[in-house]
């Protein structure tokens, strides 16, 4: 049987452990390898996250909505598992595997500038776990509870250790009103394990409204008290790194104004992903790639791409 530091999905309630795993996992002498300075790299082992305001231009931005326009008249694509309706308006909540549908969002990925810092970061080669996009239409868009994306991943999908990092990149606006992505700055030094079995096939309702994997109110509450709660918000092509036990979530979309946003997941390609830890079976492959991890290459991030319905 093999060991698990992190133990999680148990039938009575459990203790709060602190990680086992580095926050930078880059070795002390390459630490510096990379485009983050001594403030930023202290300052993602302290919070969890990094904020950039205005990373891309907002003209950079605009022809991703072109491919989401056609996208979201894709019959075929729509009918799709990894395509996730609002549990309340039926509208598009998130459009999975973005990386394997859309050519020009693949290339993002391997932005010199973001696999640069995710690099520094992970302390090597890294591949794409996961991508999606979510989307919270003006007055209608649901909300995510509280979670850690690796007790996720870990119970469900088996990733072994700490080791991956999510991108999210704003293609609108992110403000107060509209449903930015809430974080618990220093909740990543601590595993949080929850309580209640992975339902079967828990995917298919989890990815609506999650109920498996929340925090009790208790640890949550305990752990704001101690850090507190940030919203990083700003323009189209802000750029959010976040840890990948960083707790984090997301209020409903009150306000008239859509909230869209690209997240990548990068695991380390000597993370990969084994049995699952708390579930009786995998994921699909579009919520946890179980290929072979191939270190992604970076790329010209101008290259002129368009979403392809046979890619």
């Not at 993602?44 to 990094?50: I, K, V």
């Not at 509209?178 to 298919?204: E, R, Y």
């Not at 940030?230 to 790194?241: N, Q, V, Y």
Request: aromatic share 10%; net charge negative; with cysteine.
């Amino acid at each position: 049987m093999r060991h698990d530091d992190y133990v999680t999905r148990t039938s009575q309630p459990a203790e709060r452990s602190m990680r086992r795993d580095p926050v930078v996992h880059a070795a002390p002498e390459s630490r510096w390898n990379g485009p983050l300075g001594e403030v930023a790299l202290s300052n993602f082992e302290r919070d969890g996250y990094l904020s950039f305001e205005g990373f891309f231009s907002q003209e950079r931005m605009a022809p991703f909505f072109e491919e989401l326009e056609d996208m979201s008249h894709d019959e075929e694509l729509l009918k799709q598992d990894g395509v996730i309706r609002d549990p309340k308006s039926g509208a598009i909540r998130s459009v999975f595997d973005m990386h394997r549908i859309s050519t020009r969002f693949a290339e993002l990925t391997r932005d010199p500038r973001i696999l640069g810092m995710v690099r520094q970061l992970l302390g090597g080669d890294v591949y794409i776990h996961q991508s999606r996009i979510n989307d919270k239409y003006g007055f209608q868009g649901a909300g995510f509870d509280w979670h850690s994306d690796f007790e996720t991943w870990h119970a469900e999908d088996g990733m072994p250790r700490m080791r991956a990092i999510s991108a999210s990149i704003m293609l609108t606006d992110n403000n107060e009103f509209n449903g930015p992505l809430m974080l618990i700055p220093g909740s990543h030094h601590q595993f949080v394990p929850c309580q209640g079995a992975t339902p079967d096939d828990n995917w298919k309702s989890s990815l609506k409204a999650q109920e498996a994997g929340v925090p009790s109110q208790k640890n949550l509450q305990e752990l704001v008290n101690r850090g507190g709660i940030a919203a990083p918000k700003g323009p189209a092509g802000s750029l959010l790194l976040f840890e990948c036990n960083t707790l984090h979530a997301s209020n409903s979309n009150m306000s008239p104004w859509p909230r869209s946003n690209l997240f990548f997941v990068y695991n380390s390609v000597d993370n990969a992903l084994g049995q699952p830890y708390a579930a009786d079976k995998p994921r699909p492959s579009f919520l946890a790639n179980r290929d072979t991890p191939q270190a992604l290459e970076m790329h010209d991030p101008y290259s002129d791409f368009r979403y392809a319905k046979s890619a």
